[in-house]
């Protein structure tokens, strides 16, 4: 099941700046890849050391890192220490609980996001925090997982001949936001479905295993919300950076990944009440059934209950009942008890129960 | 049913400003249509090439280009490179899964409008997207299907003789916004109808389906609301406007749609608990008929049990039974279960069982 | 039962100021009637013509004129038409289905107002549209229907000595919008007394009818809200006016107003909570009165049940069953049935079911 | 049942100003008390004329005018007259339906407070209006009963020694709405240990009249919301009065007020979760009885209904039934049917049935 | 039962200022604690005098003075009147029913603030006030238990060589801050597992005592919102504060803190709706269990009270019944029933109710 909430315990009361990772450990190797471009260069290094990065910067050229893996805080500090990063950012790169978040730092801009993941065998979310530093012509970037997760970005880079290369630090930080609230909707198309395969089975066999289902797509709806509305203020919060951070050239295609991540809120909102219909709809089948079980029970006892009575009756052993003893009699009493039970039959027909 | 959600995730990670169809395909030819007109003036011609398009431009007469299917990129970016339309107006033309918005580019107003349809043979409804594009002295409307949606006010351009043909573009961009939300009003009386109709059903023979058809109806709501609601922040940013976009004299007409709009969103909103007491409704009927399955059950089983056990009783083979061998047994026994009958059903009358 | 929506689709599509009625046509005839005064003259005519109030208007006295009835277009634009009123006044006029909302048009003020009534008859609301154009020494109120409603502010302007007399059309406008919202607090009790009736009814014979009058009671009040609500905002709005359009001295007159809506409001809310209860109430009884049948039927049942197995048990024809024989076999089998029987009772006395 | 409503539909249609008690009709005399104070005088009067009260006002000491019953319309136009008092606030006087509100007239200061008071007897609430009008160096309190609820305060001002005394206006005032809200803590007790009363008797004997009163606490619930909730807006804009309306050294007193206010508001939110969650217990509960009920006579039906069916079996009056000649027929069924039944047991306590 | 509302009314009617314990009465003795430090010094005093505090404020070391224990006004008093506390702030510490909240007096900030406690052995949610006043160089924190609750905090600035040491009083109030927020992760995670607990246990066997159980969750839930919802504002609140209040380079710390805050209500909103899922739960399978018990009864009755009735049709005393003399009746009979049983057996597995 979707589990809403991670442990951050251990974090409690340590001085702020204190440099632990909180989250799932990850047992690959931290790996650093740097690139470096501008209009007419391209070089990209994977596997870099962190002393060269900080020599990298000193050049006039637009300068990425991207570090794969955040669970050394060894590695963090070293990198934090050289780039001149505030003792809060290296807390909050180390600690992968956080909600979505845009702070700024003089000409530093720090952004934490969320990325989704959905697991085609368990059927199940993840995500994963993904920490943006930018300055005047540099980006860091952190990922929590070994997985490059950027590598089409890389490409278009690698491709030129496109505004990624023209612009600096804020066009390339929008870039990447742009690329993540993408990928909502890939997961968000899953879940759809998952949604819809669940419906599907809930009128066919509703089975009291589909209540636990419907309590974990309620769980993975605020899973989602908890991941994606905090977005929306990172996004609004960006577009109204001004010069230097930002330029007022790119706050147009902010607008433009405000506007699809307020798509994506609006879908998870329709899941919600998919959802609740589904909960309303298990609920209400239960009735049903109950309804029509009742219903079999009702015809059969009221049919018969008479008919016991009637046998029963003739079955007691007064020396004197009169009808015992005519021809007519066990005739007669089979007609009645007929009749009577035709009369119920057109009875439950006319109230529609059979 | 109607389904909240299209998919676009074949659109996730392409470059800002990628241009790809998104929404379903339709196989009609692109066409263009083409009006010019001032308040003497008037010029219609259909089937025009892009190319005569742009030349009309640079006449002083007030230009409308309608521009009927969307799916062909090419054709759009042709359109769009003559007219200087931004990267980001050319790429949401052709994703048709847009919420309703309002962009300003300099001097140049981009509207994406949801217009709503009816089937009158499924009862589903359906929107489509119509994108509006327009600067000083012409407008450039988008629709997805190739049916002319825009006759009506085509045909007051050319009967003339009123405020359309005097004023500029932020004129007609009201006119064509005042008609869509004008359609609205149509869509949502055939909505009440559906739903006077689902009342009715459901007050007079309330099965299973009929939740299937609460669900249908509930999700409609949520597909009206997430269409018109962003509307309402259209049409009060289109009022906010100022001149050269929107001329004063005009902003009072955006305030009338904005009024109208509000009026459907009450509709709206009165619909959905119109559904949700639909529901309960529903629910209770369940119980109630729950219920007198019950009580049926109850009056049978409570009348004849105990009338059973007495004739069981006097079917006993002991010996020495002497009721069995007077002659005013079998009467006596008749008579106290009739009375015990009687009392039975007077109880039940008293408790308004029958 | 209360319609929460007039159609008004036959007005979709017709360019902005098309002078078309929407609404219930009426039949009787439009009649204007004419009040002129200041502190020291006052005169009333009914039944005065057009041309005649445009005359009046020259003279320095307030003039106040009254059109009953609004079906007809061709009045409304003649009385527009001379007394230059906006296209779009006009067409707000015309049409009934209007929320209550305030526009000002440089000089005049236009409201259109929402009025309450009750029928004794059906015990249902209905409202009635009042439009009202003031502007610095003239007021013009349209009513839909002909029952002249504000004949008591006549009466208070004829008797004069009072500030109706000395102020302008602000203070008028003020004194007609106080009558009708004294009136909602008439319609609400006439509501809260219909209420107590409902709750009455449903706690001694809840029948399935009664659901229905409980979801015609939410209409009532969604139809309550809807017409309620934007007159808040109305009222406001007028409160913040500015001279000309609203003296200073009467602003404070508008706050008291405001505090009479919101009281209206609140007790519309303290009503759905109402309606609400109704609700739980009408369906926990369904249960509670299933839950009885079921004790009935568990009680006989669990008694006879058992008795007749055993009177079964000596009805068996075994050649060798010794009990059958002995004088006391019977009576012993009564004692133990008693006894049996008795015990089934003590039990359900304990469980508190009898 | 506490009644959310009072009628007041007698004022509607009147001139604004018109001097209309509306309320419970109250018998006991109207009284005024008078005080007079400052830092070393101090002078109390009982049942002082209106005459002396205006006298009174021209001296330099600090006078506040208490009256006790507001249900007289000329003895409150009286007061008003001599105080200039405006037309509004002695209508607001009289009415004493208000919702509690802070006016302001140049340079006088009126406040509607709620006064909350619980009765032991009936456990119900009851409101009553205090209004409050007060001017540089005088305040007069108006009580609609004539309980005189300011003695401690008025005891405070008799002792001396403390910034009552040397505090104007304002001060008395904001003393008069702390002790007014300190009643609150005293009413919310009361209510809280009936709502625990309450609950205990709906986990030991839940009873239809239970449902009863659980409206009756949800309805009180409404009841304290609709009389506390308004007094939040009267202290935020009490606290953000000006000088010489409000000294600014007493603002800080009214800070704490309003702390105070937000505590009883966070109080009757849990109190209304708590009585939401009544409602689920009494909902569920009937549900839990009627699984009971349906327990035993599942049980008893299960096991002696097929057994009955044993022995009715050997009740058939065929000739050929060989097992009735049998010596061991009779033990054998009996041993069978024993059998069936322990079977049956263990079944129903392997289910936890019993 | 964690409760919602403690006891204040004995504090009703005081005068403002008024210094009376409210609050559970604690008997450990009142202690104080006192630390001076600058960046080189460090003194540590346990059990100093109050006059001892006085003395040491002026000195230009940061001093730290903790009191450990609030019941004492009159100890309370003396420091209050000592270190120019205004009579408010004494009122608030000794009263700790108070939400948390932040109040500024010229060169004072006061804060009160919530901190959670979890005990392990009744699963109780407790919480306690903390006080913290703080001037330009010192400040002053009141603890309602005897527990040195700021250990860590103390051991810090012990071991020096940190930003704690550099800074004076607001940054103190930040750490002091941080680390009660820090704590609610610590009770969060207890919560957490405690619902993980209780939805186990609902699964597999939901007994009425569950009920109990969930609305008392639901409760905790209503105490920790009650609890933490304000301390966002204090937060929010002391971030705006300004210079000399707070110094600009610490504002970065207070949105760090915030950060976290709204994480907890993240996890704390989760929780809600966990439990709303729990109830959800708990009610369905009420009824799901209804359901199979109903089941049950059917199958059995629908089998046996036909055969029964057959049987019982054989043993009625007719003298002309052919079948009993023959000497296939009784097998026949026998296979009859065989074959209606197993006929119902098909029924009932193809509804899926065996």
Tied chains: 1, 2, 3, 4, 5.
Excluded at 123 to 143: K, T
Excluded at 202 to 230: D, G, N, V, Y
């Amino acid at each position: 099941m979707t589990k809403t909430f991670k442990k951050r315990s251990q974090k409690a009361g340590m001085p702020p700046g204190s440099l632990v990772h909180v989250g799932n450990h990850r047992d690959h190797k931290i790996t650093l890849s740097l690139l470096e471009y501008d209009e007419k260069t391209f070089i990209q290094e994977d596997d870099v050391s962190v002393e060269n990065c900080l020599k990298r910067i000193q050049t006039p050229l637009m300068t990425w890192i991207q570090v794969n893996g955040v669970y050394d805080p060894n590695v963090i500090a070293s990198i934090g220490g050289r780039f001149h990063l505030h003792a809060l950012i290296l807390e909050d790169v180390l600690n992968t609980t956080q909600r979505a978040k845009l702070d700024t730092y003089q000409d530093q801009v720090f952004l934490v996001l969320r990325l989704l993941k959905y697991s085609e065998d368990t059927h199940e979310l993840q995500d994963e925090q993904v920490s943006i530093v930018f300055g005047p012509n540099y980006l860091i970037s952190f990922l929590e997982s070994g997985n490059d997760f950027f590598l089409p970005i890389k490409e278009r880079l690698r491709q030129g001949n496109n505004r990624l290369r023209i612009e600096k630090s804020d066009y390339l930080a929008y870039a990447l936001l742009d690329w993540i609230v993408d990928q909502y909707f890939f997961v968000l198309e899953k879940v759809d479905a998952d949604l819809d395969h669940l419906e599907e089975e809930l009128l066919h066999s509703p089975i009291p295993a589909t209540m636990k289902k419907i309590q974990s797509a309620k769980r993975e709806m605020i899973f989602l919300r908890k991941s994606i509305w905090p977005m929306r203020d990172v996004v609004s919060r960006f577009q109204r950076l001004e010069p230097p951070l930002l330029s007022a050239a790119n706050q147009i295609y902010l607008r433009d990944v405000y506007d699809h991540l307020i798509q994506t809120i609006d879908i998870i909102e329709g899941f919600r009440d998919v959802v609740a219909g589904l909960m309303d709809i298990y609920l209400s089948n239960i009735n049903i059934r109950t309804n029509e079980i009742m219903k079999v029970l009702t015809i059969v006892s009221t049919i018969f209950v008479p008919l016991t009575f009637v046998t029963s009756l003739y079955g007691m052993n007064f020396e004197f009942m009169p009808e015992l003893h005519k021809t007519w009699g066990y005739p007669a009493v089979l007609a009645v008890m007929f009749g009577l039970a035709g009369t119920m039959l057109i009875y439950f027909r006319s109230k529609k129960w059979i």
